[in-house]
């Protein structure tokens, strides 16, 4: 995993490639473009909570194996509580799974964090984030989608930024070191916009695959996150 700073943070800020936008037939050579990166950000969807099917436990634990960075894993899957555990086990570095999917959102979290997985929570554009205020230090990451769910390529919606800067507040109000995580139409003209609202952890999809370069990418969309960061 990437060296943490004293605040748990690596770097301050991360860039996690959404492989759903990679050459799956060619997915250890598409892994070893983004060696830059943090993380490598894996969706993982059943085509019952959102309307698309990727990838299984199998898929994921080989792409494990093969990954040069660590994993972070978002479950987009109903019953999450029965399977996220399994991805931690596999050794995953991050799991996210759906505030909406879940029954106990809570005690998932600690389940996955006992495992040795960082545990995330996930919400959708239109679910409010009033209810994690107060269990902010509960989870290690929340996942603010800025698209709907389900399939990449789409635009970023810019209204989901004032959830994402109260929740920004309310992390540095109560001191939290949570990570704040943006995913849906990130690229280099939309990362400035997140990054001002609060977020340090963005997944970016065609922006890193789509380029020439992914690494210089990477580079690039982690300077301008930088430079626009908001500190609460």
Known sequence: MPPLDETGRVDGIRINPSILAADFVNMESELARISGADFAHVDVM???????????????????????????????????????????????ASVTFHLEAAAEPVALARRLRSIGARAGVAVKPGTPVDNLFDVLDEFDQILVMTVEPGFG????????????????????????????????????STIAEAAEAGADTFVAGSAVFGSDDPDTAIVNLRNIATRHRHTY
């Open 46 to 92: 059943d085509n019952h909570f959102v309307p698309n099917l990727t990838f299984g436990p199998q898929m994921v634990g080989r792409i494990q194996q093969t990954s040069p960075v660590p994993l972070d894993v978002h479950l987009m899957i109903d019953d999450p509580e029965r399977w996220a555990p399994e991805y931690a086990e596999i050794g995953a």
């Open 153 to 188: 390529g789409q635009s970023f919606m810019p209204e989901t930024m004032p959830k994402l800067r109260s929740l920004a507040e309310h992390a540095k109000r109560r001191g939290s070191a949570v990570w704040l995580q943006v995913d849906g139409g990130i690229g280099e």
